[in-house]
């Protein structure tokens, strides 16, 4: 009998699939949990984090089941991507949406017809087309995937009218199991997906959102463009996303690192769409390393590769920020997300969030910017701030992948500094912005000191012990914790808040202590985590090659072929046969027949000239 098991599947069939096709060893957590639901014929609902292998879920039965498995995703562009690397690992998959030839259609229908599909690729206004549904009962269907469920739903960010049509498939299919998939689901947005839907008692998985890969470094802003050349110094020659808040500062930011001979681009809402594909492209085939974006660089990126994303300005919201963090390190090999804040960043929010009319959403976006302030400044896991804003305990004492955790930011007391700095201000009528503060510290000797007479001021240069730097660094973090607030549209000053006065009273002020600038770390970490695996740089550059040679000869992405990983792997594995080949992970049985003599010529040859 069936116990709501995977039928005639066992857990040794499931992995040997796994590995025949996708040439991977292992399942990640959730996924044969998901695949045994589907082949049992039960209805599903899979939460998952970006990048936590939810196609490979629907894409493993497809393959075990007699039929074709329909999936529904939103995102045209991303199609023909999604179906290259399903045929990459011998899969059979197509897509019907309106970019084919009148021929390609034919050809995918008759394809269907004869049961020669795996899978098939729709978009949701597909099934709004005349005839559609009566075509579709036509064909074999084994399941239905819903990729990006959430799109159904109202209540999420991503409302998309036409997955409303969705609703049909449980009625006029009730034979075929449906199996939906989002990364994104607050409570609303999971009921709305199970009632629109209609599953029938729906198996419910949900993934931790943790992405053990990425490394979270917050630091304050002091001069945006350094910063982000000695963060690029570590990771030369991969690829990442650089955000920014404006139109105007992304031009600005890729003027300065091409300036700087860094390979980068621009990306915004603003640009013509053939120059915004032109960027998207050269990106996804690793021509253009560094596209510096606003957050209109986001759906659709689904390159695994992505080794670091930084944000240059404070993101709107904690939800934004995991998002476009979450695009680093889909392939699970250690990515680093960057990001800098500023007491005038946080300004700016909130005068944005002020702007708006209604109400409720201006307190909705106030909420947000004071969150996302509290993320940066909080001496606390970031991993654990960031999962907990979602819902989730983390436990772990340390979590070993933030600036928090390996110490490379502290807290420190600095009462005594924060007294001086506000005793400045105090004592200058508060009346000045922070650079004739900072000279008054510094006890500079200059023609606004000398006409205002503040040379004669007790605080006059009662912080020579520190540098200029120091003193920025705390009025800065005087104003973002509200000790000081910045006034005055034209001439900003500096005034003493309620909590300052507290301070200056003996109340003991905190503020996180940058201990030391790592920006190289992720790369010094991951040498040394393939240290185990002794990769050969020169070995791994020559199948890089090679990879881009196949990739464009096959009109694919370099991914497509073979992940970093995989070359990695290989650089360091060596292998001399098909057989060792196997071994490496990503290395199917199709990819093997493909590209496999390729890359083992590769090898041989450079082990016989070495
Ligand atoms: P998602 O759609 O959830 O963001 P993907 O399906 O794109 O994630 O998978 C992310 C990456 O993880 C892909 O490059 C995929 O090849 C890889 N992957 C998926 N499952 C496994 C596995 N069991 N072992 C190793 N890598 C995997
Ligand atoms: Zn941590």
Avoid at 299 to 323: C, S, T, W
Avoid at 420 to 431: E, F, I, Q, T, W
Wanted: hydrophobic share 40%.
């Amino acid at each position: 009998m069936e116990q709501g098991g995977a039928g005639r599947w066992s857990d040794a069939e499931l992995h040997g699939a796994l590995a025949r096709v996708f040439g991977y060893t292992a399942f990640r957590p959730h996924q044969i949990e998901i695949v045994k639901g589907i082949l049992g014929g039960h209805d599903s609902l899979s939460i998952m984090p970006t990048g936590g292998g939810k196609s490979l879920c629907f894409q493993l039965p497809s393959h075990l089941m007699d039929g074709v498995c329909v999936v529904i995703s939103p995102l045209i562009s991303l199609m023909k991507d999604q179906v290259d690397a399903a045929c990459a690992n011998g899969l059979r998959a197509a897509a019907l949406n309106s970019s084919l030839s009148p021929g390609g259609h034919r050809a995918v229908r008759e394809a269907l017809a004869s049961g020669e599909l795996d899978l098939l690729y729709i978009s949701p206004e597909r099934l709004s087309a005349p005839g559609f549904w009566d075509a579709l009962a036509s064909w074999p269907v084994s399941f239905f995937a819903v990729d990006e469920a959430h799109c159904i739903s109202q209540w999420g960010h991503d409302f998309r009218p036409d997955y409303l049509a969705l609703s049909g498939l449980v009625e006029r299919f009730p034979q075929c199991p449906v199996a939906a998939f989002t990364a994104t689901a607050t409570p609303e947005v999971e009921r709305d997906i199970l009632s629109r839907l209609g599953l029938r008692e729906p198996r419910l998985i949900r993934a931790s959102f943790d992405r053990p890969n990425l490394f979270y470094h917050v630091l304050p802003k002091e001069e945006p463009h350094a910063q982000l050349l000695s963060f690029l110094g570590g990771h030369e020659g991969e690829s990442g996303i650089v955000y920014r808040s404006t139109r105007r500062k992304v031009e600005e930011t890729a003027a300065f690192l091409q300036k700087k001979g860094v390979k980068a681009e621009a990306y915004h809402a603003g640009l013509p769409d053939a120059e915004r594909m032109r960027v998207q492209e050269a990106f996804r085939r690793d021509e253009c390393p560094v596209v510096v974006a606003t957050v209109a660089f986001g759906m659709g990126i689904d390159k695994p590769d992505v080794r670091f994303v930084a944000h240059l300005d404070l993101p709107k919201n904690v939800e934004g920020y995991y998002q476009e963090t979450g695009r680093a390190g889909r392939d699970g090999d250690p990515a680093h997300c960057l990001l800098l804040y500023s007491a005038a960043d946080m300004a700016q929010l909130l005068y944005f969030a002020r702007q708006t009319e209604d109400e409720e959403q201006r307190s909705i976006a106030e909420k947000h910017a004071y969150a996302m302030l509290e993320y940066a400044e909080r001496n606390q896991c970031r991993r654990k701030a960031l999962l907990s804003y979602f819902g989730e305990d983390f436990e772990e004492p340390n979590c070993g992948g933030c600036d928090v955790c390996t110490g490379e930011i502290q807290e420190e007391d600095y009462t005594i500094e924060a007294q001086k700095a506000l005793s400045a201000m105090v004592r200058s009528g508060c009346r000045f912005g922070r650079v004739l503060i900072m000279d008054i510290l510094m006890g500079a000797d200059n023609r606004r000191i000398r006409e205002t007479g503040f040379q004669h001021l007790p605080t006059y240069g009662v912080g020579k012990d520190r540098t200029r730097r120091f003193w920025k660094y705390l009025i800065d973090a005087l104003t973002r914790q509200g000790l000081a607030a910045i006034e005055g549209e034209e001439y900003p000053y500096l005034r003493v808040t309620e909590t300052g006065w507290e301070t200056l009273r003996g109340a003991p002020f905190r503020a996180l202590r940058i201990v030391e600038t790592r920006a190289r770390r992720n790369r010094a970490e991951r040498d040394g985590a393939s240290q185990d695996m002794d990769v050969d740089d020169t070995l791994f550059q020559l199948l890089r090659a090679e990879r881009r040679r196949l990739a464009e000869a096959a009109q694919v992405p370099p991914y497509v072929v073979f992940h970093d990983r995989a070359l990695r792997e290989m650089a360091a594995g060596k292998p001399a046969s098909r057989e060792a080949m196997l071994g490496i992970a990503g290395v199917g049985e199709r990819k093997l027949a493909l590209y496999g003599d390729a890359f083992l010529a590769v090898i041989a040859r450079y082990i016989s000239e070495n």
